[in-house]
């Protein structure tokens, strides 16, 4: 009962954070109205105005920054905190709307609409399929393709510069509604996805060493991001101040993958983590996103972390974000997240305590209203100070002036001259599906029964409520797509007879009784096809799932089409999170299944293509497919760990003691991949200081290993790692060539089980040979990480194994020697 109780509760409090979100989103609307120029300092202007030091672009972007902060009374400055930043006329200041969302492609979102002149924008597929192709290059070209669609888009007045993606949290639960958003359960994997889709977003080649910032005393910065002063803070504020094509966001820091389970909700749950999980998987992501991606944002998250709420929490934004990985650029709230802080959590007293906190811990913008509100009499009660305002303010324009909205007109700026033509191209439509095509994964192919040989099959029956699949194939966080290419439309393109029939009325399927019309369609057909799965109404924002099997009566569904057919038969999920389809692995009536994520607006196309063997399938799983009991486990519980004495399993690939359905990496293709000969050194030397290695953790404690000075350096000794695969079938494929190291003899409690520390992917034509090298740094990838947060890199013998697609294993064994 006070389960109930509570569920309905958590409603209400959605409830209200969906209705400020609304108000928030129609208040963009209006200053977007308002304000129809997006850019400043334009010649239309009073030559007062333009002539301001802060105009001149031949000055340093952090002298023109400073110069346009001093010009603002301190209302202005307040007013400047929050998403919607309203224009500042007299100085010829734009509106700008800080809220714009490109998660796998420009999306609604309070920035950005589609009312013409571009309709639509292209959809990639979810960033938890395009993961699956372990594919760098891919997300960096799929980051270049959505900001060139940006620029254009701001180009015509229906976007601005400044997205809050990628979401990098650690998928660590498949109930969790938006792990969809993710690339998936693994640190590594995460780090480099956001490494690769941020650099794609926001670098400009040509201008990154040319607006290299030294500023004055030798490169330190007039504002310190630390309040109290503390002598490391002066080491981080060297800022490139690099010149951006648009900024992203990393978000949300820290320790957020829950929305609504075990009673609790996001906005009010105290997430529990030890610092050896903080440190080597929480974290680690967003320490990539700014240190390799160069982020210019992140987001902080609604929850508590360990009692304090993120985004009011000093550590992590500002000894951390700033000081220790050096973020150049701005931090938010997540939406309405400040007055959660004193509404919610119930964490200060008033709403001026809550807007001190979290501009004294190091945010500068509240996605929301209240710093706006309640900022001004927090100055007056003496409890915020005007220089922490100054430092926001200069954070935030700081970025504007990065993405040029100061650079006067239109066809003075860089990308100036982007428009409707570079939105929805053939290119770009084209890398959609190929997105797809690299991310899908064949889970099950029981006698070669795929490809489908176009002569072979000839008619095709179509099963399912996907069969005919638009909006659904997005996933969240979608804009309008150029275009669909369904399911059904995609084998069309390869044989002309598609038989279809739903089998359910909906998603649900609880009107088995029709599922007896599939059973009639497929009599005629040469092979049948089941597209089943979940979609937002199962898993999504504000929705975890509570059971890992396919919705309600989809199973029989499934069992009673495969059962009866005595024809070829292929299934296919779309989802985001993990289905457990013990039944379907199990079932040999099920000859084949594919997972193919939410694929994005040419997922049908992409499909297709692998049924027929046009493009041999080589993703791999970014996440571990468990079985139903994981959801004995209750989701609140963060600790990454397994626990002997209470039972307790552990999550992801890296710990969890319990038999997976399909493991983290799983992945099958048309052809044979094998690797031979492992090749490395026997012996590595880090010559260095000290044998052990504790790196500076400001919360360890007194007994971890430490040096004899604080700010221990590891050495950065890299070493090469060759392996050769071989495609050993008739058919051309790419295959992710995984690399783990695997923690053997270091004594540190909590080691994971093996860790992915490099992946390679490579693309072969038929009985074709490779070498595929790996860069091995012990100091990044071989550490261990202790109890209490700090880092140890263990002398000894280290196991590295490589494994290709079909588990074929290779063990090289090293000796690690500090001296
Ligand atoms: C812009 O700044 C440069 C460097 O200080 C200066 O030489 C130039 O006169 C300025 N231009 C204007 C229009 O003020
Ligand atoms: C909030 O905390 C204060 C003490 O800090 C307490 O007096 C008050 O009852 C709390 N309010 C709620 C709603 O829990
Ligand atoms: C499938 O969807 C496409 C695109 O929305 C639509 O044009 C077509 O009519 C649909 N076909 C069927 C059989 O429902
Ligand atoms: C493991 O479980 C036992 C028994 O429930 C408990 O006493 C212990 O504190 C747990 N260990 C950790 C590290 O949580
Ligand atoms: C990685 O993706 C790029 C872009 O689609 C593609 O050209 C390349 O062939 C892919 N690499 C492999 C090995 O599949």
Known sequence: MWRYFFGCKAIWRQLAVLLVLFQLSWTGEYYRAQGAAFHGCSLDLDPSIWSLPFCNTTLPIWVRTLDLVSQLTLAEKIGQLVNTAPAIPRLGIPSHEWWNEALHGLAYSPGVTFTGPAYAATSFPQPILTAASFNTTLWTLIGQAISTEARAMYNLGQSHLTFWAPNINIFRDPRWGRGQETPGEDPLLTSRYAAAFVRGMQEIDYFEERNTYKGPDGGKHFFTHDQTS????????????HRLKTSVCCKHFTAYDMENSDGLDRFHFNAQVCKQDLEDTYNRPFQSCVEEGRATCLMCSYNQVNGIPACADYYLLTELARNRWGLDGYITSDCNAVELIYSAFNYTQTEEDAVTAVLDAGLDLNCGTTTADWGLSAIHQGKLSESTVDR?????????????????????????????????????KELAIEAARQGIVLLKNQDNILPFLQGDIQSIALVGHNINATEAMLGNYHGSPCEYITPLQGLQSYTSVVFYEPGCLDILCQDVSIAAAAVTAISYADAIVIMVGLDQTQEGEALDRASLLLPWNQQILVETVANYAEVPTVLVIMSGGAVDLTFAKDNPNIHGILWIGYPGQGGGQALADILFGHHNPGGRLPVTWYPESLTQVPMTEMRMRPNTSSGYPGRTYRFYTGEPVYEFGYGLSYTQFVCTNLYGPDKVLIPSRRLQQCYHNRRASEDCLKGPDDDVTCDNTVFQLQVSVTNQGVRRGSAAILLYWVPTDSGVDGEPLKQLIDFQRVLLDAYTSAVVSFLVSPCDHLISVLHDGSKLLHEGIHSLVVESTFKNELVHSLSLIVG
Do not use: K, P, T
């Not at 503390?230 to 101040?241: F, G, I």
């Not at 650079?407 to 409707?420: A, F, K, M, P, R």
């Open 392 to 428: 926001a303010v200069f954070d935030l324009f700081s970025v504007r002036f990065r993405l040029g909205q100061f650079d006067g007109d239109l066809q003075y700026q860089l990308y100036g001259s982007l428009g409707l033509d570079n939105i929805c191209s053939d290119e770009h």
């Open 230 to 241: 503390r002598s490391d803070s002066e080491n981080h504020e060297v800022r490139s101040m």
